[in-house]
């Protein structure tokens, strides 16, 4: 028979609760930091190739219709909105998976692909101060993922595909 602690809770079967949620936030995290990183990497990538074909684009079309049109008409730039939009999924399944607190600066990493996009392939110039700022989010990121608050025994998966609707 459980017995009652001081604060009215069930001893013996709480003990054995907490393991399973404890095992199901580690699983949910396993599932949900990756697919976390993998839509950064997609929404940010994505930025990075649409606007490397957008400077291609002569500047007379800037700020008017027809420099859609013409980007419309570009394979890359076509090819970013399509891997822009197989982020949405992954965000999808990070959410159902692992707590908003590690999804939500999971997704903030994806500034680490434009900082490397606009070095490599936009020619922008990135001094130590952006490298900085990247390795304080990967911080931040690392320490909320190890410091995650456990999940309550409601499931919250449905509220999310439903916002995703």
């Not at 699983?27 to 940010?44: E, I, N, Q, T």
């Not at 859609?68 to 891997?83: D, F, P, S, Y």
């Not at 101060?129 to 990247?134: D, I």
Request: glycine residues 10%.
């Amino acid at each position: 028979m459980a017995k009652l602690s001081r604060v009215g809770r069930v001893t013996g079967r709480n003990v054995r609760g907490r393991r399973q949620a404890a095992r199901t936030v580690t699983h949910g995290l396993a599932v949900g930091l990756p697919a976390a990183l993998a839509a950064a990497a997609c929404f940010d990538g994505a930025v990075v190739l649409q606007a490397s074909e957008a400077r291609l684009v002569p500047v007379a079309q800037s700020l008017r219709l027809s420099l859609l049109q013409t980007l419309v008409r570009r394979r890359r730039w076509v090819l970013g909105t399509a891997i822009a939009v197989l982020g949405w999924p992954l965000q999808l399944l990070a959410l159902a998976a692992a707590p908003i607190t590690v999804v939500q600066p999971a997704l903030a990493m994806g500034t680490l692909v434009l900082l490397y996009g606009g070095a490599r392939v936009l020619g922008e110039r990135v001094g130590p101060r952006e490298w900085l700022a990247a390795a304080a989010v990967i911080a931040g990121v690392a320490l909320i993922a190890l410091g995650h608050p456990e999940l309550e025994k409601k499931s919250y998966a449905n509220n999310v595909w439903i916002f995703g609707l």
